[in-house]
């Protein structure tokens, strides 16, 4: 395995003063890893910017509420990234890019970028992370005068379980190490993160988070190859389950995507003068700072880009594996107007809810509503091919924030009304077709069926865009336990019975395999199938050890 082009072994360590608060961790051998031949230090950064009187101050650790989305009885995808190299205003750039992926992670945004106060000045790296919305985090533009250089990543992220208040767990990671400054932002779930963890900890390591990503940082500082590419990729042969990754050094910018191809990642180019390389999440982040999409980052691959000429390398980070990309991506997590996969969102999300009207109509159904936002456009194909009209039976509030949804049992129920408000004149005395995009526990969609029971509607018949959710996913998706699946513990009469509707149907996941064609093999459908390409089980292990620890 042979990189395509050729790169000069690192010169030693940037020069760059550690942070004070940065916690020493002491790297030694893994036996899957060349052993160093001296001990090996990696500091993980948050570091902190001038304040306006010129005294170090830190930027605040928390820009709002961590209080978890009530409304939301549905999976939810962990993060997404963006990578640029090759413009000046890299990281302005970056955090717009930020604002297309917000769908994909609320809690907390942050970007590292490059950093040169002259020309006679050494580059390092900066960050800034905050936990809330990219709007909130980065609300201060001096951030982008602090965040200066010609190359950034950013990340936004949802939070695991017991960490969606911790400012530490925020990506990018920004670590020192023997060879100079490392950044790295993650969309997955490593699936062996705790054997890898403990290995690492059985040899001195010290850990600062609780985030599998900080692993990867460990695995590549404790690897004795040159130069950086191969320390990666001895990194990725370490790793199992799902993982799209970016990594900023000070002047190259790397992309690398798991052999089975979980979670996207594409590829572009700005339309600007500069015509900087773009790596994202998603395509609806490129439309929306104006580059042009070439390709997806291939699994198993691994890109470089050298942020003098721009020059593009690609290499094979280990033999291919049958593709396994994340199905939801399409269903629920993507936004329509996303290229994802090599397929347009809205497109397959208008085919399932075609199909789903095949499947199972709905006799003497007066009006279709989606449920907004996610239900729309497979409200649209059921509507279409039934003939039945097209409403906004409901219509959702985007003011609602999360401060103001307060977690106590006595009014969580207030929670679906202060999002989402009946019309009247749609659903009074009419029998109406409610479509979704899936049912996890079931909880929203109990609510849902009551709000528009009490608004006068005669019949609610529930139809869902998906396949019955029977397991949970383990490669970056926050699901729950499969025993909090409502479709685990009951068949779809019993579903139907525990919301309340007055009929429930779900697209048959053979005829989701048909919709996808000759791809379906291509596709992971595991939490429909219970068919995990990587097998779980540890996974599965430290959820329960953590439900013990609490």
Not at 193 to 210: C, K, P
Not at 347 to 365: D, H, I, M, Q
Not at 508 to 530: H, I, Q, V, W
Request: overall charge neutral; aromatic content about 8%.
């Amino acid at each position: 395995m042979a990189a395509a082009t050729t790169t000069s072994p690192a010169a030693g360590r940037l020069p760059f003063s550690p942070h004070p608060n940065a916690n020493p961790v002491r790297l030694s051998s893994r036996a899957s890893l060349k052993t160093p031949s001296k001990p090996v230090s990696l500091h993980l950064r948050h570091l902190t910017v001038p304040s306006a009187a010129g005294a170090a101050a830190p930027y605040p650790d928390s820009f709002s509420s961590s209080i978890p989305d009530l409304l939301s009885d549905k999976p939810r995808d962990e993060c997404g990234v963006v990578g640029i190299i090759g413009d000046p205003d890299a990281s302005y750039l970056c955090s717009v890019a930020l604002h297309a992926l917000q769908h994909r992670g609320q809690e907390g945004a942050g970007i590292v970028s490059t950093h040169r106060p002259s020309s006679d000045s050494p580059v390092s790296l900066r960050s800034v992370t905050g936990l809330g919305l990219v709007s909130q985090v980065f609300q201060d533009k001096s951030k982008f005068d602090y965040l200066s250089g010609s190359a950034a990543i950013g990340h936004v992220r949802y939070s695991t379980a017991g960490s969606a208040s911790s400012l530490a767990n925020v990506q990018p990671f920004l670590a020192g190490y023997r060879f100079g400054q490392l950044a790295v932002a993650h969309n997955g779930n490593l699936v062996n993160y705790s054997s890898l963890r403990a290995s690492l900890e059985d040899s001195g390591s010290i850990f600062n988070t609780s985030s599998d990503t900080e692993v990867i940082l460990h695995l590549i500082a404790n690897s004795n190859s040159r130069p950086l590419i191969s320390r990666i990729v001895d990194a990725c042969e370490a790793l199992q389950g799902a993982y799209s990754l970016v990594f900023l050094t000070k002047n190259k910018l790397f992309a690398a995507r798991d052999p089975y191809g979980f979670r996207p990642l594409v590829l572009g180019r700005l339309r600007r003068p500069s015509r900087a390389i773009v790596f994202a999440s998603e395509t609806c982040a490129l439309d929306l700072i104006e580059a042009d999409y070439e390709r997806e980052v291939n699994p198993g691959e691994v890109i470089f880009v050298d942020g003098h000429d721009l020059s593009i390398s690609s290499l094979c980070l280990m033999p291919p594996k049958p593709r396994k990309a994340c199905i939801f991506e399409h269903i629920y997590f993507a936004l329509p107007n996303s290229i994802v996969f090599g397929r347009a969102v809205y497109s397959s999300r208008y085919s399932f809810g075609s199909t789903l009207a095949k499947e199972s109509p709905v006799a003497n159904a007066d009006v279709v509503i989606p449920v907004p936002d996610s239900g729309f456009y497979a409200a649209l194909g059921y509507a279409s091919h039934s003939g039945v009209p097209f409403q906004q039976g409901l219509i959702r509030s985007h003011y609602v924030g999360r401060t103001f949804i307060q977690p106590e049992q006595n009014i969580r129920d207030l929670a679906v009304r202060l999002k989402l408000a009946p019309v009247k004149g749609i659903l009074e005395g009419k029998s109406v077709v409610v479509v979704d995009d899936s049912i996890v526990r079931g909880t929203t969609s109990s609510k849902i069926v009551r709000l528009i029971k009490d608004a006068g509607a005669r019949e609610v018949h529930m139809r869902i865009a998906s396949p019955p959710i029977v397991g949970s996913c383990y490669y970056g998706v926050d699901t729950p336990r499969s025993e909090e699946l409502i479709s685990n513990k009951m068949d779809v009469e019993g579903v139907r019975n525990a919301i309340g509707c007055d009929s429930l149907a779900f697209l048959s996941l053979e005829s989701l395999r048909n919709l996808l064609g000759k791809e379906a093999p291509s596709y992971c459908d595991a939490c429909f199938s219970g068919n995990y390409p990587v097998p779980p089980m540890e996974n599965e292990a430290d959820r329960l050890l953590a439900e013990e620890e609490e």
